[in-house]
């Protein structure tokens, strides 16, 4: 059965980075969009980046400029570079593929596949 499956997520401290990835599993090649979408606690899910099936990147503007999504094609693994990380990154991270190829940007409501999860926590 195709899943995806996350791994990376961990304790940092403020300013550091991490790096997430997620293995499409099961499926043949990525062929379809895919993002990362995160879950703070007590909060709604929200998207932050997604990549499409051409390589170009789109990402909310609280992570703009610190977080990278990239793909390896032949690995059929998806990945998330968090730099810079502040306290409010804090969540729950699932990656997520969308079969929509019209939805451009990370959208929590527009998934057709999730990840487990895999938790971030940034201290002070």
């Known amino acids: 059965q195709a899943q995806l499956v996350e791994s990376g997520g961990g304790s940092v401290q403020a300013g550091g980075s991490l790096r997430l990835s997620c293995a499409a599993v099961g499926f043949t090649k990525i062929t379809f969009n895919m993002a990362w979408v995160r879950q703070a606690p007590g909060k709604e899910r929200e998207g932050v980046a997604l990549i499409d099936t051409q390589g170009v990147a789109t990402y909310k503007d609280f992570v703009q400029g610190r977080f990278t999504i990239f793909k390896n094609n032949s690995a059929n693994t998806l990945h998330l570079q968090m730099n810079s990380l502040k306290p409010e990154d804090t969540a729950m991270y699932y990656c997520?593929?969308?079969?929509?190829?019209?939805?451009?940007?990370?959208?929590?409501?527009?998934?057709?596949?999730w990840g487990q999860g895999t938790l971030v926590n940034v201290s002070d």
């Open positions: 997520a593929a969308t079969w929509n190829s019209q939805i451009r940007c990370a959208n929590e409501n527009f998934v057709d596949a």
